[in-house]
């Protein structure tokens, strides 16, 4: 009986190991393709995460931009308090690289996904003022020249200026070109006198410059001079020495010319082109400013010759804004003699913004400019004085801070982020999903000192200056002024 | 003697052995069947995704290099409907000194005797560099004959299997890859991507 059992036990087992020989193979290979089959799915799951964390970081990168041009830093968020964004996350970080350019990194996490994207950009304002005076190619001062500033805050007038520079004040001037800047003997620049990256700045015997000296990092735009389209009206010669006004509808005259003893009033408010303006000896024009600004456009030709006279009765810098687009020097009258775009030998202090970025503007010895001046080339004859209102920055109704891209790449991964790839993006940076905060509410108010002029919703012009931390971003409808430093640890 | 003979008879009879080995074979034969079958399903099925994937991943990495690149750099910036095979191109590195600094020319283009899509730094110039991208090219697009008609009615011409059509900073990047499968049959893709240089 025990011998029949023996026998038995040995049947059965050859059957349970040959049994077991096939499931084992079958299992094997079953446990092969499923790993080939889950590797095959997590490279394709990676390459989707890789786009969306690319496309979160391009997100981050737009609503960088936007913060930009509603005149925040740019930055938002943190890597220890990132934006949620669908079901991944991304933070934004800025740096002010020059003035008014802005470098955006922005990385984004979803799933085993991350990118990283750099974008620079850089701010740019169609305000004239805005450009402090320039001379664009080069700036030259005679003998005794003076550049300086003050602030009008409106008031028409002129302004009593200290003879010598008050540091003190908050007010001083930038003198800017983007090649040299030459000061003659004892010519004098009440603030900052900025030539090109590759420029410097020329000293004659006793000149002086109150501020920095340094070269600018980048140089300085200027905008293209978008001329109106207005109605035609040929052309207007007033020479039988009377008044006459032009106001109203604004022309696009051909060519002005007033003769001697004749005064053209230009009455605003006025907006009007003209292909020349030319003022004859004794000749006069006359800005009326009253009842609004007057806005003039000189397409080909400024000549103002010598005995004629500017008139400004309400000696309000903003009552004109000049843009003169003529450029190249040629024969313009067909007398045989080539004429500079250019032509100023008028007496009498002129108020305003003159814009003639593609012009030589030469004022004469001992003429005067209350307002704001840019031109190709700015020449000032001794004694000549160009006092800068620091009221027209921000003035034109028309301009706004634009912001336009210069760079955007690929930059590598944080190394710190780099670390975690394989983990979700909430539990690699240890963030609760749910306290995170929308794009729209995670913009950064990093520690910058910030310098800002504002319209608010009822249209008032307001003034800031202080932490950015402090400032109310929301009281600002329309942002005309930013200046913003990294703010130092006291 | 009763021994003896209890023995002998605990053995396997022919029959019984027969039976078992026809059973065992049978069994065997089906599972190498079934394997088989799904061995050649899977390799088909894993020649489609890793024909898919290289697809993808050429074409991530055009898009890639193209979104970086200064769109004035384009080189030929021939407008729709021509296509180009070849694209040379300058990448954006950022700004220094308040100017954009741009990289040493860059281009991408399809080698039709290899079917490879290659990618070569410095073309022409001292330090060139050069690296395959992907391989299995199709020489033109798919469902394209080389017959002087749009066969697939995509708006271009007899296009190459990689074709570039460009226009105002955008570029249309067309890659058709053809291999054989295990199977002997031929596995065709085709993907198309639309990339804006993100750099003016």
């Not at chain 1, 007033?258 to 030319?278: C, D, E, I, W, Y």
């Not at chain 2, 560099?129 to 697939?152: I, Y």
């Amino acid at each position: 009986m025990k011998r029949t059992t023996t026998v038995h036990h040995a049947r059965r087992g050859g059957v349970l190991v040959a049994t077991l020989v096939a499931v084992l193979a079958v299992g094997g290979l079953s446990v092969c393709l499923l790993e080939l089959d889950t590797t095959r799915l997590k490279r394709q799951v990676a390459g989707i995460d890789n786009k969306r964390a690319f496309n979160l970081a391009e997100a981050g990168l737009a609503e960088g931009r936007f913060a930009v041009e509603t005149g925040h830093s740019g930055a938002i968020g943190s890597e220890t308090a990132p934006a949620r964004f669908g079901d991944g996350l991304f933070w934004v970080t800025a740096t002010e690289l020059a003035p008014n350019v802005i470098g955006l990194e922005s990385t984004g996490m979803a799933g085993t996904g991350r990118a990283t994207l750099s974008l620079v950009l850089r701010r740019t304002s169609r305000d004239v003022a805005a450009l402090g005076v320039l001379g664009s190619s080069q700036v030259i001062l005679g003998a005794n020249a003076r550049v300086d500033a003050y602030d009008s805050g409106g008031a028409p007038g002129v302004p009593k200026l200290p003879e010598r520079f008050d540091p003190t004040s908050s007010v001083a001037v930038e003198l800017r070109s983007n090649g040299d800047i030459t000061l003659g003997d004892d010519a004098r620049v009440f603030g900052d006198a900025t030539p090109g990256p590759s420029g410097s700045v020329q000293l004659g015997d006793d000149a002086l410059v109150s501020g920095s000296t340094a070269p600018a990092s980048i140089e300085t735009e200027v905008a293209v001079i978008e001329t109106p389209q207005l109605a035609a009206a040929g052309d207007l010669t007033h020479t039988n020495g009377s008044r006459r006004v032009l106001a109203g509808d604004g022309k696009s005259w051909g060519t002005i010319r007033v003769g001697k003893n004749s005064t053209l009033v230009l009455r605003g408010p006025l907006q009007m082109s003209t292909h020349a303006l030319r003022v004859e000896d004794g000749g006069r024009v006359e800005v009326d400013s009253t009842s609004g600004p007057v806005e003039l456009h000189v397409t080909d030709w400024l000549d103002l010759q010598s005995g004629s006279h500017w008139s400004f009765p309400q000696e309000d810098t903003r009552g004109l804004r000049m843009f003169v687009s003529a450029t190249g020097t040629r024969d313009r009258d067909n007398n045989g003699t080539a004429d500079a775009p250019i032509h100023w030998q008028a007496t009498g202090i002129f108020f305003g913004t003159l814009y003639a970025p593609n012009a030589r503007l030469a004022l004469p010895a001992g003429s005067a400019l209350y307002g704001a001046v840019a031109a190709g080339i700015l020449q000032l004859g001794d004694k000549a004085a160009v006092h800068f209102d620091a009221a027209l920055r921000g003035s034109d109704p028309t301009s706004d801070l634009e912001v336009e891209r210069m760079a955007w790449k690929v930059v590598e991964i944080p190394r710190e982020i780099a670390r975690d790839l394989g983990e979700d993006p909430f539990t690699a940076l240890d963030v609760a999903q749910n306290e995170l905060k929308p794009p729209t509410l995670a913009y950064a108010s990093a520690d910058y000192e910030i310098e800002v002029e504002y319209v608010d919703a009822s249209g008032a012009k307001h003034k800031y200056k202080g932490r950015e931390s402090d400032f109310d971003w929301k009281l600002a409808r329309d942002v005309q002024k930013l200046r913003r430093r990294e703010q130092k640890d006291d | 003697m009763r021994r003896a003979l209890r023995s002998a008879r605990a053995g396997f009879t022919l029959l019984e052995t027969l039976i078992a080995l026809t059973v065992v074979g049978l069994v065997l034969g089906n599972i190498v069947m079934v394997t088989r079958s799904t061995s050649d399903a899977y390799d088909e099925e894993m020649s489609k995704a890793s024909l898919e994937l290289q697809l993808d991943q050429t074409l991530d990495r055009i898009a890639l290099a193209l979104m970086s690149a200064s769109a004035a750099s384009l080189q030929p910036g021939a407008a729709n409907p021509a296509f180009h095979s070849t694209l040379s191109y300058a990448q954006n590195l950022g700004v220094q000194a308040g100017e954009v600094v741009h990289g040493a020319p860059e281009r991408i283009s399809l080698r039709i005797e290899g079917g490879e899509v290659v990618w070569v730094e410095r073309p022409g110039e001292p330090g060139e560099r050069m690296a395959t991208w992907t391989r299995s090219v199709r020489e033109f697009l798919e469902g394209e004959l080389q017959n002087g008609v749009d066969d697939n009615g995509n708006g271009l011409v007899d296009e190459s299997g990689l074709a570039f059509v460009i226009e105002s900073g955008v570029v249309r990047v067309l890659l058709t890859l053809e291999r054989n499968g295990r199977g002997g049959s031929s596995l065709t893709y085709t993907r198309e991507s639309v990339v804006h240089c993100r750099n003016s």
